[in-house]
């Protein structure tokens, strides 16, 4: 059951809910709130879920809370990030949504930023990302640039720019940017009229998911060229560590990708074909972060067995003996794994996993 540790609203709509799952989060959070709460100009909600950390970022959140009325709190029993983002979503009452991660940064001028380039006729307003490490970023050559609007042929090719990962593909808007909840900014109404929130049975790549759905119903978007947000970045991250049962989640995501396509994208010759590529791509998640992963505690033995597993699997199966699937068409890591995957050369993989772990 959620419990609500928030002053109650009151006053007229917010312009910005920044929405914060937070989990096991003490050392991190204050910064990330702080970097909030400063640009404060009345216009501001922070709704921040406690998803049941096990730490003391319960304290922290009350403490907040208490000393700023516009900060509102929900507790709950730990059921992982996309629920969190959801009951935050179920709370918000402003204009624009802006998911914020509970140990990045939100930059100096950001709700300024959005005051001046929100407009009402946009469904998502995307900005830039930097990664930091511990030191907190230097933000001084952080400025408001150009902008430009997405809509008509533009906007079909956003959609498939979602997932599209050819290295001969120039994306509108980059892949480290696009897909992310962060560093953007949605109209909140175009969210609950088409009824779009994070999908619970997805965990893994949640976040693609959840723009590629609400982008085929997006009417305009548009990129405002200045960095709203910055991306604590870390060697121990969910995208980086050793995950032996990935496929399982793979697959809710797969699934997830080829339900969107079927209903929203049916008569698109371009997102069936990505789709495939798709498929070959969360092999290569799979095989890295599994078999050929430097802390993945098997026998060389073992994890061939586990390489050899994942490429008979009937997910991946059919798309590695598909000749009309291209690896080269990928970037050129990407291709390097794809093809030796292919060839199902796993001795020179797990080489490739070690040296990748050194390289970190």
């Known amino acids: 059951m959620n419990r609500s540790l928030s002053i109650p609203r009151t006053g007229e709509e917010p312009f910005v809910s920044f929405l ?11 910064a990330t709130l702080d970097s909030i709460v400063k640009q404060d100009d009345g216009s501001i909600e922070i709704i921040c879920v406690n998803d049941g950390s096990r730490d003391n970022s319960g304290a922290v959140l009350e403490t907040y809370s208490r000393n700023y009325p516009f900060i509102h ?19 918000a009452s402003g204009e624009w949504i802006c998911f914020v991660d509970n140990d990045d940064i939100v930059a100096d001028q950001a709700v300024d930023v959005f005051h001046k380039t929100a407009e009402a006729d946009v469904d998502i307003v995307y900005f830039d990302y930097e990664k930091f490490m511990d030191r907190l970023p230097d933000q001084s050559a952080n400025h408001l640039g150009d902008s430009m609007y997405i809509h008509g042929n533009r906007l079909v090719k956003l959609q498939s720019d979602c997932i599209n990962r050819f290295k001969k593909n120039v994306p509108i808007i980059s892949h480290k940017t696009m897909p992310t909840p962060w560093a953007k900014i949605y109209r909140r109404s175009f969210l609950t009229e088409h009824g779009l929130k994070f ?18 119903y997006c009417h305009a978007a548009k990129k405002v060229d200045y960095i709203s947000y910055y991306y604590r970045w870390s060697v121990e991250s969910e995208s980086h560590r ?3 049962d990935l496929i399982d989640d793979v697959r809710h995501t797969l699934r997830a990708y080829r ?7 049916p008569t698109r010759k371009d997102m069936h074909e990505l789709y495939q590529y798709r498929v070959f791509w969360e092999l290569l998640y799979c095989t890295v972060l599994g078999p050929i992963h430097p802390l993945n505690p098997n026998s060389y033995s073992v994890r061939r067995q586990q390489f050899r597993t994942l490429l008979n699997d009937p997910l991946f199966k059919p798309v590695i003996g598909d000749r009309r699937i291209r690896t080269t068409r990928f970037e050129i890591k990407q291709s390097v794994l794809a093809t030796l995957i292919r060839i199902r050369w796993f001795w020179m993989l797990n080489r490739l996993g070690k040296i990748v772990g050194k390289a970190r």
């Open 259 to 265: 339900e969107i396509i079927e209903r929203c994208y």
């Open 242 to 244: 050793y995950r032996p």
């Open 73 to 91: 709190v929900v507790t709950q029993e730990n059921q992982g990030i996309t629920c969190a983002r959801n009951a935050a979503l179920e709370q």
């Open 199 to 216: 999908r619970s049975d997805v965990k893994h790549e949640e976040d693609v998911v959840f723009n590629y759905e609400l982008l085929s």
């Open 20 to 30: 914060i799952p937070v989990y096991n989060a003490e050392r991190e959070l204050p």
